[in-house]
């Protein structure tokens, strides 16, 4: 590099601890380190183009080193969850049973019966026909707080609803493995062209061992499998490097989890050994904090977020990029990957079903296999015969409806001398009872107390329904409040990219309105939907009830026509505006118009 000059004039403003060597003619000259500035560069820039190949070979194999030691720390966890998706049935394979002809293979539905309804109950609340989202500022506010905030709540349900189509797939998805796997996690970007959701599995998410925290991991790594046509258009979008020439694995499989394959046979697919036609490849997403200072003049303080792209097949870095706001010099880390957890625990991976119930599922189903067993075997007994009786032909069994001769010894008159049955019991009543009170621990630690209220007579008090109810339901509620507060997360994530990557002309297009994209800066004003201490139609008819029971006592001026709406609206009556007056809205007047309205005794907003 051709060495700069320089006034003297320019060397304070250069730097003025930069080394300085003075030559024999009186001239001087200053080494000035090669690097990237903010003028030359743009914040959001791949740094993998500013650095050498060899160095980024380096810096790939690294994180490909620290990434299988955190697969190796973790691969218990990948044992407890496969052997629980296993045991749930589904795919035909579940361990254990007896090993004898016609042996029975019935499995019980308790793992998977729990996985259904925390879905079916989960989307119920945080899906509803509306949209997600709901404003979190009441009418006391300011009309134009009021009408900002109403805006922000109609684009994100449009995005959540119709412009990310996906978003209610992947949510699904997730909540029905977040029972098996305790933790799963849903990730929220934007490709380029619009705002993206995918649900990423807790086997395809890596932590370091010591790590206690998700959201605090100095490394989390996001295993991904695309395909050659996903890279290339990942190439040519500038998010991966350009490479000459592209090879594929000849495996497709890669380093599949002992999960997915299980996951597989629940699905029906079969993998046939077949070449890699799609070009499948093993690419690490990594979030990470380190010191890339070398390359990157802005990261001052030199430990610093950054996401890293790692194709493992070539030990290539096709990417690097700056995971923090532009201007934030303290560097605060930006979080893509919501953590979605069940029961939470000393580490980072909540506890699942298979850690809580796992045993009693088995026995459940080893007691089941068993009654249905003795069944078979005592309705189809095996005969006992003696030596010297001889059997025409090859036939070993009798099959039903079959005329079988045999032939017997000399002074055998009776086939009774010869054959005789072994008496084998049938089921055991006691085993039965076993059974039922094994389901019924395990249906009690993520039960809720809906079942007995539908039993409960209607002029039971109030009080006691929703008692009841509360003393039921603490476990799933508990776990309801973590979805609501995860579902924050997904919002917060999703104005943060409304706000760096407006879609404005769609979101006008739809409502009819302009959109600034800066009102998505701040979330103070909008939430989601669901209650977080509420989870349940029985709950808010309960509470409703009591309410209204309330309203009989004549000294206190209830609202009745908004009581009467609340209750319409949890009874899902349409167009209720025709059956109630709309309650009227503030006025902005002027000062005459308010002495007036004074005057006359009309109250003031």
């Given at each position: ?14 730097d ?36 050498d ?46 090993q ?14 729990a ?9 119920k ?7 997600p ?22 684009v994100?349900?449009l995005?959540?609803?119709?412009l ?35 649900f ?25 499998f ?30 599949r989890?002992?999960?997915d ?27 990470l ?55 939470p ?5 909540k ?28 309705n ?16 070993t ?55 007995k209220?539908?039993?409960?007579s ?57 959109v ?17 201490n ?72």
């Amino acid at each position: 590099m051709d060495e700069p000059t320089v006034t003297g004039s320019d060397l304070f403003e250069i730097d003025p601890n930069l080394p300085i060597e003075e030559m024999p003619d009186g001239s001087a000259v200053i080494e000035i380190e090669e690097t990237m500035t903010s003028d030359e560069e743009d914040f959001n820039d791949n740094l993998a183009e500013y650095i050498d190949k060899q160095e980024r070979l380096q810096i790939a194999g690294d994180l490909i080193d620290l990434v299988e030691k955190d697969k190796e720390s973790r691969k218990k966890r990948q044992q407890q969850y496969e052997e629980g998706i296993r045991r749930t049935g589904l795919g035909d394979d579940a361990p254990g049973g007896a090993q004898f002809n016609g042996a029975s293979r019935v499995v019980h539905p308790m793992l998977a019966e729990a996985c259904v309804d925390l879905e079916a109950r989960a989307i119920k609340e945080l899906m509803p026909a509306g949209g997600p989202v709901k404003t979190s500022i009441t009418s006391e506010e300011s009309i134009e707080r009021l009408d900002i905030a109403n805006l922000k709540r109609d684009v994100l349900n449009l995005q959540l609803t119709k412009l990310i189509p996906e978003y209610r797939d992947e949510l699904e998805s997730l909540l029905s493995q977040l029972p098996m796997g305790g933790s799963q996690y849903l990730k929220i970007w934007f490709d380029g062209k619009r705002k993206r959701a995918e649900f990423v599995p807790v086997d395809h998410i890596f932590i370091p061992f010591s790590v206690t925290n998700f959201y605090s991991s100095p490394r989390v790594t996001h295993q991904q499998f695309i395909t050659r046509q996903e890279y290339e258009a990942r190439q040519r979008s500038g998010l991966y490097i350009e490479q000459e020439t592209i090879i594929d694995p000849s495996d497709a499989t890669g380093e599949r989890s002992i999960v997915d394959i299980a996951n597989d046979k629940i699905e029906g697919k079969q993998d046939d050994g077949a070449y890699n036609e799609d070009g499948l490849r093993e690419v690490l997403e990594v979030y990470l904090d380190r010191d890339f200072s070398e390359w990157d003049a802005l990261a001052s303080e030199g430990v610093a977020p950054y996401i890293a792209h790692v194709d493992v097949y070539s030990s290539e870095l096709l990417g690097l990029y700056r995971n923090w706001e532009e201007g934030d010099e303290f560097f605060e880390k930006l979080h893509w990957l919501v953590d979605w957890g069940f029961i939470p625990w000393r580490g980072a991976y909540k506890l699942g079903l298979p850690h809580l119930i796992g045993g009693l599922s088995a026995a459940a189903t080893g007691a089941l296999r068993a009654l249905l067993d003795s069944a078979h075997a005592s309705n189809a007994p095996t005969l006992l015969k003696l030596r010297a009786g001889r059997l025409i032909g090859q036939t070993t069994e009798v099959a039903v409806t079959q005329v079988q001769e045999i032939e017997g010894p000399a002074g055998i008159d009776d086939i009774r001398k010869m054959v005789t049955p072994i008496p084998f019991a049938g089921p055991n009543p006691v085993l039965f009872q076993l059974l039922g009170t094994l389901v019924d621990a395990g249906k009690g630690v993520v039960t809720t107390a809906e079942e007995k209220i539908a039993d409960v007579s209607d002029r039971m008090p109030v009080g006691t329904s929703l008692a009841m109810i509360e003393q039921g339901s603490k476990v799933f509620s508990a776990i309801h409040m973590r979805l609501h507060h995860s579902q924050e997360k997904v919002l917060e994530i999703l104005c943060r990219l409304n706000a760096k990557y407006p879609d404005a002309e769609v979101w006008e297009s739809h409502l009819g309105r302009p959109v600034d994209p800066s009102i998505f800066i701040s979330t103070n004003d909008i939430g989601p939907v669901t209650d977080p201490n509420i989870f349940s139609e029985a709950q808010r008819y309960a509470q409703m009830q009591a309410v209204m029971q309330l309203t009989t006592d004549p000294t206190v001026p209830y609202n009745r026509v908004e009581l009467h709406r609340r209750m319409l609206r949890l009874l899902n009556v349409p167009e209720i505006n025709n059956l109630l007056p709309e309650p009227p809205r503030a006025k902005e007047l002027d000062a005459v118009q308010e002495n007036m309205a004074a005057v006359s005794g009309i109250p003031l907003k």
